[in-house]
């Protein structure tokens, strides 16, 4: 078995504390005691290893390098010596006979190893360590849990496109009819923000079917950039709204189609309306292979649900 006993001697003897935590994980910790006559150099006496044993608990392995060792035996196995080692050539024989015999002689009484003040400063030691540890962990949960609501926040403030824009800035221009029935037009928000979103709503209302476009945005939007959404060339194909909004469950024929909610909404389109017709590079731009109608009943149609005579 390996014992593993760092000297203090090796310590810096101004932050001595410091360096016996240091190593408090060792199975002993040893103490070499000089006294400038067995050898040439003085070293520590009684007073280190008392306050040692007041700091610390492990075994002090307390090496006496001193003449006629039987002087102080006893004042270091008081100050607080677990082992005690002597050199036979310190002293004739029947002095290093009386110090082992001091050595060997029980204690009086059972001394306190450990103080109740060195028991409190290992116990604040060891709950300042643990309570750092704890105070990490607590800093890191809080850190991710921050990072995760900001996270959050942003994702709702940037993807959640739950903002009607305001119909007033909403503007309608260049309307004009295809030959097969689409309505052209330009689309354009009077503002520098971006547009992600151009969803659409169906009312019935008295048996009159409204069609709403609705630009919606997030409560963040960056600015625009060409293309954008907010201002483009758009159509509307009647025919392909009409099942739209029989899928939303409107029966009613679409007979208008506005750009916002409310009373400020914005005209595109009403039934009966007179429009100037296209021109040939629009006919050329926007025409279809197949017409839009037959395309929609070919891939969309949805069944007959007009009530059997």
């Not at 001193?66 to 270091?76: G, M, Q, T």
């Not at 960056?222 to 293309?227: C, D, H």
């Amino acid at each position: 078995m390996i014992t593993i006993a760092p000297s203090i001697l090796s310590a810096d003897f101004a932050n001595l504390g410091r360096d016996v935590q240091r190593v408090r994980e060792a199975d002993w910790l040893h103490v070499d005691v000089m006294d400038g006559m067995f050898v040439s150099n003085i070293s520590i006496g009684v007073p280190v290893v008392k306050s040692l044993r007041k700091f610390t608990d492990q075994f002090l392995d307390v090496h006496l390098m001193i003449e006629k060792p039987v002087r102080y035996v006893d004042a270091f196995a008081d100050a607080g010596a677990d082992l005690l080692t002597v050199h036979l050539e310190a002293d004739m024989p029947p002095g290093i006979q009386a110090a082992l015999a001091a050595m060997d002689a029980p204690l009086p009484e059972e001394r306190p190893t450990q103080p109740d003040d060195a028991a409190a400063v290992r116990s604040l030691s060891r709950a300042w360590e643990k309570g750092k540890r704890r105070a990490w962990w607590k800093g890191a949960l809080i850190a991710a849990a921050v990072c995760a609501v900001l996270a959050g926040l942003w994702a709702a403030a940037t993807q959640l496109y739950v903002f009607p824009v305001d119909p007033e800035k909403i503007e309608i221009t260049d309307v004009r009819q295809l030959s097969d029935g689409r309505i052209l037009y330009h689309f354009k928000i009077d503002d520098d923000r971006n547009l992600r979103l151009l969803q659409f709503e169906f009312e019935e209302v008295d048996g009159v079917g409204n069609m709403y476009y609705v630009p919606s945005r997030a409560l963040y939007t960056e600015k625009r950039q060409s293309p954008s959404l907010a201002d483009s060339d758009r159509y509307l194909d009647l025919e392909e709204a009409g099942a739209w909004a029989r899928i939303h469950g409107m029966d009613a024929e679409i007979t208008r189609v506005w750009y916002g909610q409310g009373e400020d909404a914005v005209l595109l389109w009403e039934e009966g309306m007179d429009l100037p017709a296209a021109t040939a590079a629009d006919e050329a731009e926007w025409s279809y292979s197949e017409s839009s109608a037959a395309y929609w009943e070919e891939h969309y149609s949805l069944p007959d649900t007009a009530p059997q005579e």
